[in-house]
């Protein structure tokens, strides 16, 4: 079984045009798989992102490389702070403490997954 072991997001300041989502993946499969694309009604649209730090120490976000988005046989994707995320872009209102978002995971398998993600602040 292939499924959401925890999904979060931190509530985001008025007016903020993008938003974070964490999670992780646990894959019990016998197959790898492959997260490609997320979907939520609260975004224009969404992007699978990772944070690297330059050599002048700025934090910068770019595109995940489809490698890092593996979710191997018997192993797990995980998303977190500083790491990989799911990014809301055009984000329609605040994300606010206590809500629920409505998040699906779609994988390279075809696999969609629904992900009720908690807005918390950790
Ligand atoms: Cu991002």
Do not use: Q
């Not at 944070?51 to 797990?76: H, N």
């Amino acid at each position: 079984m292939i499924e959401v072991a925890d999904s979060w997001a931190p509530s985001t300041p008025p007016n903020a045009p993008t938003a974070a989502i964490y999670l992780r993946v646990d894959n019990g499969t016998g197959d790898d798989d492959r997260l490609v694309d997320a979907e939520l009604d609260r975004c224009t649209s969404i992007e699978l992102h990772n944070t690297t730090i330059d050599e002048d120490r700025i934090m910068r976000m770019r595109l995940a490389d489809p490698a890092a988005l593996e979710i191997p046989s018997g192993g797990e994707l995980l998303m977190e702070p500083a790491g990989l995320h799911v990014m809301c872009i055009g984000l329609d209102a605040p994300f606010r403490e206590g809500e629920t978002l409505e998040l699906s995971l779609i994988l390279e398998s075809g696999i969609r997954l629904e992900a009720p993600t908690p807005v918390e602040n950790r």
